[in-house]
T-cell receptor
Framework: KAGVTQTPRYLIKTRGQQVTLSCSPI?????VSWYQQTPGQGLQFLFE???????NKGNFPGRFSGRQFSNSRSEMNVSTLELGDSALYLC????????????FGPGTRLLVL | GESVGLHLPTLSVQEGDNSIINCAYSNSASDYFIWYKQESGKGPQFIIDIRSNMDKRQGQRVTVLLNKTVKHLSLQIAATQPGDSAVYFC??????????FGTGTRLTVIP
């Protein structure tokens, strides 16, 4: 079974731009969670989607948004990028909502200049 | 609020020795704990998990210990190998809430 895939793997943007990241979960998994990982920090939870609905949301500004499609693929969008948004964005999938074990993708490394 | 922290940010061990990575948590209501391993350039990889109704769980070369009295979690790796070099994260979960991750411990295995 293929693992979680994320595209693109690397991205360079400038301040003020917006970006969209994509995540394809493991086949059959219906829950997708997004995390931001920065140097010196742990993984910070952004949001979780299940059945095309946002189920949980972390403490991030409204510039961070996401959505999930009927095939469980998910996208996250960051608008008006700031330097501090430079990070590794990780997507994790799990079989159901609030599932405990999450399976992570390789991440998208975003650099904001 | 919840907090998951690590006692040591870095740990160096000799190849073949046992490694112990520690983690503290503050939410006594947390009922599920999990350890992840993250190698450079990769996403976190599941290692082992434990529920709050247990105090020990063993996997292949790894053991997780949970001490609910002092809210402490540890990961023991037996016969540490160079391939074990990575950052290790603990995470806790409370009910249907999302996972909260610690900042990680970097394990370096010295050949």
């Amino acid at each position: 079974k293929a693992g979680v895939t994320q595209t693109p793997r690397y991205l360079i943007k400038t301040r003020g731009q917006q970006v969209t990241l994509s995540c394809s979960p493991i086949s059959g998994h219906r829950s997708v969670s997004w995390y931001q990982q920065t140097p010196g920090q742990g993984l910070q939870f952004l949001f979780e989607y299940f059945s095309e609905t946002q189920r949980n949301k972390g403490n991030f500004p409204g510039r961070f948004s996401g959505r999930q499609f009927s095939n469980s693929r998910s996208e996250m969008n960051v608008s008006t990028l700031e330097l501090g948004d430079s990070a590794l964005y990780l997507c994790a999938s799990s079989p159901g909502a609030g599932s405990e074990t999450q399976y992570f993708g390789p991440g998208t490394r975003l650099l904001v200049l | 609020g919840e907090s998951v922290g690590l006692h040591l940010p870095t740990l160096s061990v000799q190849e073949g020795d046992n490694s112990i990575i520690n983690c503290a948590y503050s939410n006594s209501a947390s009922d599920y704990f999990i350890w992840y391993k993250q190698e450079s350039g990769k996403g976190p990889q599941f290692i082992i998990d434990i529920r709050s109704n247990m105090d020990k769980r063993q996997g292949q070369r790894v053991t997780v210990l949970l001490n609910k009295t002092v809210k402490h979690l540890s990961l023991q790796i037996a016969a540490t190998q160079p391939g074990d070099s990575a950052v290790y994260f603990c995470a806790e979960k409370t009910g249907a809430n999302n996972l909260f991750f610690g900042t990680g411990t970097r394990l370096t295995v010295i050949p």
